[in-house]
């Protein structure tokens, strides 16, 4: 984002100041320390009513944006899980339905991974159905899950994905059907990784999951009849619950992660299976913290790329470009206010772009584009519920 083009105070006007398992430790609402979910928390229904969900003490709490957009968003509803661990990742499909993937135990064995649908916008919550201990065939018992639950959602077929990395068992994908049933758990990976996961499938394409070892990023797609193949091994470090990825073409994705040397965000695109140059790209941003929020969004005639990370200041940072040109480079620009993390990015009703984050007490802050002005610019932030 390029206050000099657009000629607006950008992420300034605010006067206020973004994914894989176990993401950032963040306080909860009314409770204990708990992870904040490992991927996207803010949603637009079919209405065109946003949705944000932050942990509790037992299981999400959840503000809906009321219908008339303006004023106090009611909430917050919990939805409450027996067991709750506080890991929980969630996907959306193209009817509106939010798919939650949380990690609970409920005796003294391992935690399960358990699932829940939300099909309207402030509507119920469906009852959680145990998806059970991850397990890899012919794996040691107990072995320990080390990232995940990950969710993921076929925004064609409607099938959705649950994907989790056992510490030596490797990645395991369990998947539902458009009909609704149930697969066992099955291996994309017989490698370990120790790190990340990541997982994107762009709509009419594959199924694609990253796996973060020490050194290296591998790219695990699926091919045919549940079978998944290593397209590309990329050798960089990558900074720990950093990793996200965008469809940002037909069938193409990009992926983010933050290089750990200077704390800046990389992208990377896959350029063709067997390519021999890597891809990567600068996406800026150094200094910064944690992982970024990421979506697609008109910024007056272009398709860009909206990116939100937790600056090295510890507030709010945002930067857009138009989509898959990293290389022309990224302008951040700051939104002011106070410390926030965990920043999500989406598109509200009336196609203005909304920035939230968590503040230190787990609350969640907001703030919107300002459609009066020119470009970028964002109106104050304020506090949800």
């Given at each position: 984002m390029n206050r000099d083009r657009s000629g607006s105070r950008a992420a300034e006007s605010g006067g206020g100041r973004r994914r894989g398992a176990g993401a950032d430790a963040a306080p909860a609402p009314h409770g204990p320390a708990r992870s904040v979910p490992a991927g996207s928390w803010l949603f637009k229904g079919h209405d065109g009513r946003l949705t944000a969900y932050a942990p509790a003490r037992d299981g999400l709490h959840r503000w809906t944006e009321p219908p008339s957009g303006q004023g106090p968003w009611p909430g917050p509803d919990l939805i409450g899980t027996p067991g709750w661990c506080g890991?929980?990742?969630?996907?959306?499909?193209?009817?509106g339905y939010v798919h939650f993937a949380a990690l609970r135990q409920l005796g003294t064995g391992a935690p399960e991974v358990a699932f829940a649908t939300q099909f309207q916008t402030g509507r119920g919550v469906t009852d959680?159905?145990?998806l059970g201990v991850p397990t890899a065939p012919d794996g040691p018992a107990g072995d320990p899950l080390v990232a995940g639950p990950v969710i993921v959602a076929n925004q064609v077929s409607g099938t959705v994905h649950v994907i989790v990395s056992l510490r030596t068992g490797g990645i395991l994908r369990r998947s539902r059907n458009a009909a609704g049933a149930w697969g066992g758990w099955k291996t994309v990976s017989p490698d370990?990784?120790?790190?990340d996961?990541?997982?994107?499938?762009?709509r009419g394409g594959k199924l694609e999951i990253l796996g973060v070892g020490p050194d290296r990023v591998d790219r695990w797609v699926g091919v045919e009849k549940g079978r998944f193949e290593l397209w590309d091994r990329i050798g960089t470090p990558v900074a720990g619950a950093t990793p996200t990825a965008l469809e940002t073409g037909p069938k193409r994705a990009t992926?983010?992660?933050r290089y750990p040397g200077d704390s800046s965000l990389v992208a990377w695109r896959p350029q063709g299976r067997g390519a021999q140059d890597n891809g990567l790209l600068t996406a800026g941003g150094a200094g910064g913290s944690g992982r970024p929020g990421v979506a697609r969004a008109r910024v007056g005639d272009f398709d860009c790329t909206v990116l939100a990370q937790t600056g090295a200041h510890g507030g709010i940072e945002v930067t857009a470009y138009v989509t898959e040109n990293e290389g022309y480079g990224t302008w951040w620009a700051s939104l002011g206010g106070e410390e926030a993390h965990a920043p999500q990015v989406a598109v509200d009703g009336a196609g203005r772009i909304v920035v939230a984050a968590l503040d230190g007490q787990g609350r969640i802050l907001l703030a919107r584009q300002d459609s009066g002005g020119q470009g970028l610019a964002f109106g104050p932030w304020s506090r949800v519920g």
């Open positions: 890991r929980v990742d969630m996907a959306q499909t193209s009817e959680w159905r145990s370990p990784y120790t790190g996961l990541t997982a994107v499938m762009p992926y983010f992660w």
